[in-house]
């Protein structure tokens, strides 16, 4: 099958610029989740929808970041504007379901550069 | 103080030998317990999966859940230079709302 598809997979803008990342899931995955991973952490979750309705944005920066997952099936992840603590590397994952035993599957990401 | 505590690393180690990777945590309702590689420049794959306290065994890797000490555990044994990576740990109360470590470097020197 093929894998989670994410682009660009590289994005340099200066601070304050607006960007788009875009994500196309696994077919047939319901969950599509959206992670920050700064240099030298973990992915932190920013928010999870499952088809296209959101289930969890609490750690999402709602003030400078959108999302939204029309028909349920492709995302788009928006920073306006960004600042430099932004530059981090952007992943996006799906799942079959939101619930438990089913694994995440996550594209390559989208590396930002804000500077 | 972190939910998730992991060893940066870097942990350097030669072909063939036995490594250990490990994780504690502080939230105690954490119940579903994962490990994660991450090769450079590419996306997390799962390659662990365990539910509660115990060990579960696929080929090479090993991982163990202590519950009782909050501690979780990744052995991989005759590591293999292709092994080098990023390690994460990562683990959820409820369904698929994952709290990652920061992840543990790993070369294995042939």
């Known amino acids: 099958e093929a894998g989670v598809a994410q682009s660009p997979r590289y994005k340099i803008i200066e601070k304050r610029q607006s960007v788009a990342f875009w994500c196309n899931p696994i077919?047939?995955?319901?969950?599509l989740y959206w992670y920050q991973q700064i240099l030298g952490q973990g992915p932190k979750l920013l928010i999870q929808f499952q088809n296209n309705g959101v289930v969890d944005d609490s750690q999402l920066p709602k003030d400078r970041f959108s999302a939204e997952r029309l028909k349920g099936v492709d995302s788009t992840l928006k920073i306006q504007p960004a600042k430099l603590e932004d530059s981090a590397v952007y992943l996006c994952?799906?799942?079959?379901?939101?619930?438990?035993?089913?694994?995440?599957?996550f594209g390559n990401g989208t590396r930002l550069t804000v500077t | 103080q972190k939910e998730v505590e992991q060893d940066p690393g870097p942990l350097s180690v030669p072909e063939g030998a036995i490594v250990s990777l490990n994780c504690t945590y502080s939230?105690?309702?954490?119940?579903?317990f994962m490990w994660y590689r991450q090769y450079s420049r590419k996306g997390p794959e799962l390659l662990m999966y365990?539910?509660?306290?115990g060990n579960k065994e696929d080929g090479r890797f090993t991982a163990q859940v202590d519950k009782s000490s909050k501690y979780i555990s990744l052995f991989i044994r005759d590591s293999q230079p292709s092994d080098s990576a990023t390690y994460l740990c990562a683990m959820s109360v409820y369904g698929n709302k994952l709290v990652f470590g920061a992840g543990t470097i790993l070369r294995v020197k042939s």
């Open positions: 077919s047939g995955h319901a969950t």
């Open positions: 994952a799906s799942s079959k379901t939101g619930i438990d035993n089913s694994p995440l599957h």
């Open positions: 939230n105690s309702a954490f119940q579903y």
């Open positions: 365990t539910y509660s306290s």
